[in-house]
């Protein structure tokens, strides 16, 4: 190994010494060529294939129908009678457990307060609904 502790004036060296750098990048030239034949091994595994058909032939399920108006009042499957809060949790326990389990969909009226769109998503989540989405008209 070559060592130097200054030059002629007494003065540190300046430069560099690339010795052991060169070692070092042979020593891994040598790891890396006789390493990169083995990472060329295959392995073949057979993948399933996809079938379409199958996924059209499961029962779809007919959306659950919410509508909240100005008021707080909740029509369920566009009935004309406003369901209560303990009517619509055993709703939402029933439709939970059907299965494929349907998508409540819920309309709420522009002017709708929020706390109770967020109680009506409470009392879905502890029922067991998974599927939820909102209705918009597409209109400003």
Same mark, same amino acid.
């Given at each position: 190994? $070559? +060592? =130097? ?14 010795? /052991? *750098? ?10 890396? +060529? @006789?390493?990169? &034949?083995?990472?060329?091994? %295959? ?6 294939? $996809? ?7 499961? &029962?779809?399920?007919? &959306? @659950? ?7 707080? =009042? ?7 009678? /406003? @369901? !209560?809060?303990?009517?619509?949790? =055993?709703?939402? *326990?029933?439709? $939970?457990?059907?299965? &494929?389990? /349907? ?11 929020? %706390?109770?769109? %967020? ?7 502890? =029922? ?8 918009? !008209?597409?209109?400003?």
């Amino acid at each position: 190994m $070559a +060592m =130097s502790s200054g030059n002629e004036s007494g003065s540190p060296m300046s430069e560099i010494n690339v010795t /052991p *750098l060169v070692d070092v990048m042979l020593v891994l030239l040598i790891i890396f +060529m @006789i390493t990169a &034949p083995l990472m060329s091994h %295959r392995i073949t595994v057979k993948l399933p294939t $996809a079938n379409p058909k199958t996924a059209d032939e499961a &029962p779809k399920a007919e &959306p @659950i129908d919410l509508a909240i108006k100005d008021d707080g =009042s909740m029509y369920l499957n566009d009935s004309q009678q /406003p @369901i !209560t809060d303990a009517e619509l949790k =055993s709703k939402f *326990l029933v439709y $939970a457990a059907l299965t &494929p389990q /349907p998508e409540l969909q819920i309309r709420a009226a522009k002017d709708t307060e929020f %706390r109770t769109v %967020r109680k009506v998503l409470g009392e879905a989540k502890d =029922s067991g609904m998974v599927h939820v989405g909102f209705m918009t !008209t597409g209109k400003e």
